[in-house]
C-alpha cells in the first residue's frame, strides 16, 4: 500500500488539536505497518519516537520516557507486549493497543484500554489517539 492510496490530501486532513506537537512512541514490529503508522501519526501533527519493532528496543523507550503516548502493537515478534503496558501505566503514559488479530484475548486489566484494527485508516488514529488527550 503506498502513501497516496491510504491517505486523503494532506490540506483536507484537519489536524487533531489534541494530537498537534505530541510525543507519540511507536511499538509495532510489521515492515510495512510501522512506516504506515509513523506517517499518519506525523500527517495528524504528531512528533513519532520510534518505531519500536522488538520488546528490548520498545523496553528501553518506554524506560527512557520523553513521550505523551504511545501506540501499542499488542504482538511484538511472538511475544505480547502486557509487560510494556505495565510500565506504560506506571509512568501514567496513556496508550492504544493495536492488533491485526480477530482475537483480542487478553488480561482483564486491559480489556478498557482504547483498541485498534487493523488496517486502520488516518482518521481512526487521530479519533483514538485524540481521545487520549480530550479528557
Not at 488539536?17 to 509495532?28: A, D, K, N, S, T
Request: proline share 8%.
Amino acid at each position: 500500500m503506498s502513501s497516496q492510496d491510504s491517505f486523503t490530501d494532506p490540506g483536507e486532513i484537519a489536524l487533531s488539536e489534541p494530537l498537534e506537537g505530541r510525543r507519540i512512541l511507536v511499538i509495532e514490529d510489521s515492515p510495512v505497518v510501522a512506516p504506515f503508522t509513523v506517517e499518519v501519526l506525523a500527517e495528524l501533527g504528531c512528533e513519532v519516537i520510534g518505531p519500536a519493532p522488538n520488546m528490548a528496543s520498545a523496553r528501553e523507550m518506554v524506560e527512557a520516557g520523553g513521550f505523551d503516548a504511545a501506540l501499542v502493537d499488542v504482538h511484538i515478534r511472538g511475544d505480547v507486549v502486557f509487560p510494556l503496558c505495565e510500565l506504560l501505566a506506571a509512568k501514567r503514559v496513556p496508550f492504544v493497543l493495536t492488533s491485526g488479530y480477530a482475537d483480542w484475548t487478553m488480561p482483564e486489566k486491559w480489556q478498557d484500554r482504547p483498541r485498534l484494527q487493523k488496517p486502520y485508516t488516518i482518521e481512526q488514529v487521530g479519533e483514538a489517539m485524540g481521545a487520549l488527550f480530550d479528557e
